[in-house]
């Protein structure tokens, strides 16, 4: 049963419904309408101590009514879908965003046809909860075993299942049914008075073979320990300007990060960003282009419509280092005269929709990696990062590398830790001069913050060499 059929059946929503609902938030003389129904069921194990502390398991429902008019947005929401509590956030959002009134009518003149791209059979969240706690114990058991200095171990499980209803004043309709999943293990190390931690996980939006047969709890535990382990042995970080090459995969969080939110559209709208008004402009090297896609099977950050019921695409956000384009959401396509890429995201029902990223990446190259590391006499690869900070306005960013080696003569050597890259987004992608052919997008675990919200993303990159980035150390 998919999203409408659902809303249809268990809350008697029709198609009527929308249409009655959409004209009331537009009795005040908006200028566009949308209905944002929401069913989420949510699970969750935690683990510590060798110990299942929590197990939990939820339900949430309810309805955002947004109205536009111009440049303002008027926002309402409810838990309770009787006809009376949605008509009134209807008039709600009507009156913050408009103050004319007149007669509204609209039609619902057909479905928004989307993707399918994550067919799963058996939604996690319908499995019992013995299964997931099989999960957790195993991934700590993997993890202790590796190595007997591994000494505290914790294991976090996490799905949910979201059922989405969304019709506009334009006369669309469009539901998804939406699973998501991941698994995620943390491991502290001690020896001698030193402690090292690692952290590893993934999923996506997948069924529960996923973990039991692609990708078990033993594999993300013994990553999570081995990252633990190296770090024991690190050296002090040297400081200074140097070569700088990232891994594939995660380090695509610095990307992310420093390149893709100074690329939303609303920043740009704003001119708050460092890549306002530069369109057709060169922005980075020639060897790199940059891309958002929405439309990878499977993956933590693919929709088959976005919140706002728009098909996801991929947008070439940058192309052989010109800029080609921003990642849309209806408010600021429609207000800088540009189509929605599909990028209108909201955490839940009680957010409005906002550009956000989906899966963002580098697209690969010509190089080896190999090739790469060979032609560093002396720099630094970085292949984990923890945190970090980042100014849009400016694309200055700070980013700790929570695993990282120097690279000695073309040769990968000592781990080193108090490893941070620091410098400007646009500026490092002018100094990108090799992108290696092994593109690599992260395991599933991203979560993107943006104006309070949360949302699901994914992280790519291929090797990459930077020819100069300030790195800060702890080397004395």
């Not at 929709?303 to 098909?311: A, F, I």
């Not at 996801?312 to 540009?338: F, V």
């Not at 690279?407 to 001069?433: Q, W």
């Amino acid at each position: 049963m998919d999203a409408k059929q659902f809303f249809n059946t268990q809350f008697g929503i029709t198609e009527q419904d929308l249409a009655h609902f959409l004209g009331v938030a537009l009795a005040r003389g908006g200028d566009y309408a949308d209905l944002y129904f929401e069913y989420r069921t949510t699970s969750s194990v935690h683990l510590e101590e060798s110990i299942v502390k929590t197990a939990t398991r939820g339900i949430s429902v309810g309805v955002g009514v947004r109205v536009v008019s111009g440049e303002k947005t008027g926002y309402a929401y409810s838990d309770d879908l009787s006809r009376s509590k949605i008509e009134k956030a209807a008039h709600s959002a009507a009156y913050i965003a408009t103050q004319a009134g007149k007669n509204a009518s609209v039609g619902i003149s057909g479905s928004v046809a989307g993707h399918n791209l994550y067919p799963v059979v058996h939604p996690t969240v319908e499995v019992d909860i013995d299964r997931k706690i099989a999960l957790v114990r195993e991934a700590d058991h993997s993890a202790r075993a590796w190595d007997s200095r591994i000494q505290h171990v914790v294991v976090a499980y996490a799905d949910e299942q979201k059922l989405v209803l969304i019709a506009n004043s334009r006369g669309h309709v469009a539901s998804d049914d939406q699973p998501l999943s991941r698994l995620t293990v943390f491991c502290i190390a001690q020896e001698n008075g030193r402690r090292a931690d690692g952290i590893y996980g993934g999923g996506g939006r997948v069924g529960m073979e996923f973990f039991e047969q692609v990708h078990p709890p033993s594999y993300f535990a013994r990553e999570a320990a081995r990252q633990a382990i190296v770090q024991l042995g690190a050296i002090d970080c040297p400081a200074g300007t140097m070569e700088v090459v990232l891994a594939p995969g995660w380090p695509g969080i610095l990307l992310h990060e420093a390149i893709g939110h100074g690329l939303e559209a609303d920043f740009n709208r704003k001119k708050i960003s460092a890549f306002s008004g530069r369109l057709g402009q060169r922005v980075a090297s020639d060897i790199c282009t940059v891309v958002d896609d929405g439309t990878i099977p499977s993956r933590r950050g693919s929709l088959n419509v976005d919140d706002e019921g728009t098909p996801t695409q991929q947008t070439i956000l940058i192309e052989n280092g010109i800029l080609r384009g921003y990642m849309q959401d209806r408010l600021s396509a429609d207000l800088m005269k540009m189509e929605p890429t599909g990028n209108g995201r909201r955490e839940d029902y009680t957010h409005l929709p906002i550009p956000r990223m989906t899966n963002t990446f580098m697209m690969p190259g010509a190089s080896s990696p190999d090739e790469i590391i060979r032609s560093v006499k002396h720099g630094l690869y970085a292949v984990q990062f923890g945190g970090g900070q980042v100014d849009i306005t400016n694309g200055k960013f700070v980013f700790s590398a929570s695993e990282a080696y120097l690279i000695e003569n073309g040769k990968i050597t000592a781990p080193v830790r108090g490893a941070s890259l620091i410098g400007n987004g646009p500026d490092v992608l002018t100094k990108v001069v090799a992108v290696g052919n092994d593109l690599k997008l992260d395991e599933g675990i991203g979560i993107c913050g943006k104006d309070g919200q949360s949302v699901p993303v994914g992280v790519g990159l291929p090797t990459i060499k930077v020819s100069e980035i300030t790195v800060g150390g702890t080397q004395g």
